[in-house]
T-cell receptor, first 113, second 110 residues
């Protein structure tokens, strides 16, 4: 079946612009996570959605970062006023329930020039 | 900070078993040991996880010591396609935001 999909696969933007990154989870998966991976670094947790519960935003690095998950399905990660240090691969992962193994998407490579 | 310690890199001959160690001396009683791998330019891929018993699936085996302070991931017959960064992670089973360390770069050589 279809896995987690993310779009766009690559995004180049100018410093100061806003960007939106999209994650389409596996159908029926109720939990959704965003991570980012900067060049040569490990994965860093950003935000976690589980069902109708309030999201865990503890990993968001600044108030320029926000995320939504509409209807418990598609999620959008928004970065406002992008900075060069925001350049990274942004990864989405989902799980069928509240935990267990996470299924990762291919990521969106964001480059801020 | 990651709660695990792994060697930065390992080499393995194709067709041989790859044994990847991980230390997690501060693991809590309700935390699981998870293994993921990341092949270049792809998202991480789940391999296996366990609490205290040894586990085996179609990809690998996980051996956890009795005191749960360390574990070993075993790829029984490594292939070139197993070349990747392998991450050992300790996490609750539910609501488990994963904390990734640097992992082990496994190079499988022909």
């Amino acid at each position: 079946g279809a896995g987690v999909s993310q779009s766009p696969s690559n995004k180049v933007t100018e410093k100061g612009k806003d960007v939106e990154l999209r994650c389409d989870p596996i159908s029926g998966h109720t939990a959704l996570y965003w991570y980012r991976q900067s060049l040569g670094q490990g994965l860093e947790f950003l935000i976690y959605f589980q069902g109708n519960s309030a999201p865990d935003k503890s990993g968001l690095p600044s108030d320029r970062f926000s995320a939504e998950r509409t209807g418990g399905s598609v999620s959008t990660l928004t970065i406002q006023r992008t900075q060069q240090e925001d350049s990274a691969v942004y990864l989405c992962a989902t799980t069928p329930g509240a935990g267990g193994k996470q299924y990762f998407g291919p990521g969106t490579r964001l480059t801020v020039t | 900070d990651a709660k695990t310690t792994q060697p930065p890199s390992m080499d393995c001959a194709e067709g041989r078993a790859a044994n990847l160690p991980c230390n997690h001396s501060t693991i809590s009683g309700n935390e699981y040991v998870y293994w993921y791998r990341q092949i270049h330019s792809q998202g991480p891929q789940y391999i296996i996880h366990g609490l205290k018993n040894n586990e085996t699936n179609e990809m690998a085996s996980l051996i956890i010591t009795e005191d749960r302070k360390s574990s070993t991931l075993i790829l029984p017959h490594a292939t070139l396609r197993d070349t990747a960064v392998y991450y050992c992670i300790v996490s609750l089973e539910y609501g488990n935001k994963l904390v990734f360390g640097a992992g082990t770069i496994l190079r499988v050589k022909s």
